[in-house]
């Protein structure tokens, strides 16, 4: 099975900073890669699909990009509503292998 | 407005078993497949299975295969999670989730819509 390792598993910044989140697979999965957002106590959120399709109503400041092996997620510009866990999915077949998981705290 | 409702979650003692619902509205259940996805507490997101719209195709992890058994009725727009020999590890919250309508039916797609889960503890 293809292994999805996020990196860092924690992070934190200044609001205003860019931050970047990695996400890499194990083998290629082509664009088949999702980014979620669960904020504290909340249900994950879709950000991105297609690796860099960002989801209807999701803020510009959301970024991602890659392909294959080696995805990005990056904020450009932290909120303090940014404030949550990050998970990359692959989606390609099953088994649907989520990231471990990336918080991310205001400094 | 898209709606999935769980239900069923509770206090199971080890290798017992319990069945999780998940009510949708807002939306052609039929034409969509659905998964299930887990969280143990204070942990990360698992994928559990997946099923088609039609219920033709079928896939689980490795980790409640065997044990458990996904199915639906499009007649009432309700997914079902039957759970069979509980063990501790399966303690988590249980969401329903949507494919995303992006691409055709065959197309790999994310989960767009989650429902807000509910809570299987598995606990002597």
């Known amino acids: 099975d293809i292994q999805m390792t996020q990196s860092p598993s924690s992070l934190s910044a200044s609001v205003g900073d860019r931050v970047t989140i990695t996400c890499r697979a194990s083998?290629?999965?082509?664009?088949?890669l999702a980014w979620y957002q669960q904020k504290p106590g909340k249900v994950p959120k879709l950000l991105i699909y297609?690796?860099?399709t960002l989801q209807s109503g999701v803020p510009s400041r959301f970024n991602g990009s890659g392909s294959g092996t080696d995805f990005t997620l990056t904020i450009s510009s932290l909120q303090p509503e940014d404030v949550a866990t990050y998970y990359c999915?692959?989606?390609?077949?099953?088994?649907?292998?989520f990231g471990q998981g990336t918080k991310v705290e205001i400094k | 407005e898209v709606q999935l409702l769980e239900s069923g979650g509770g206090l199971v003692q080890p290798g017992g078993s319990l069945r999780l619902s998940c009510a949708a509205s807002?939306?052609?259940?039929?034409?969509?497949?659905m998964r299930w996805v887990r969280q143990a507490p204070g942990k990360g997101l698992e994928w559990v299975s997946t099923?088609?719209?039609?219920?033709?195709?079928?896939y689980y992890a490795d980790s409640v295969k065997g044990r458990f058994t996904i199915s639906r009725d499009n007649s009432k727009n309700t997914l079902y999670l039957q759970m069979n020999s509980l063990r501790a590890e399966d303690t988590a919250i249980y969401y329903c989730?949507?494919?995303?309508?992006?691409?055709?039916?065959?197309?790999?797609?994310?989960?767009?819509?989650w429902g807000q889960g509910t809570l299987v503890t598995v606990s002597s």
């Open positions: 989730a949507k494919r995303h309508e992006v691409g055709g039916g065959g197309t790999p797609a994310p989960n767009d819509y």
């Open positions: 807002g939306f052609t259940f039929s034409g969509y497949a």
């Open positions: 099923i088609s719209g039609s219920g033709g195709t079928i």
């Open positions: 083998q290629g999965i082509s664009n088949y």
């Open positions: 297609a690796a860099s």
């Open positions: 999915q692959k989606y390609n077949s099953a088994p649907r292998t």
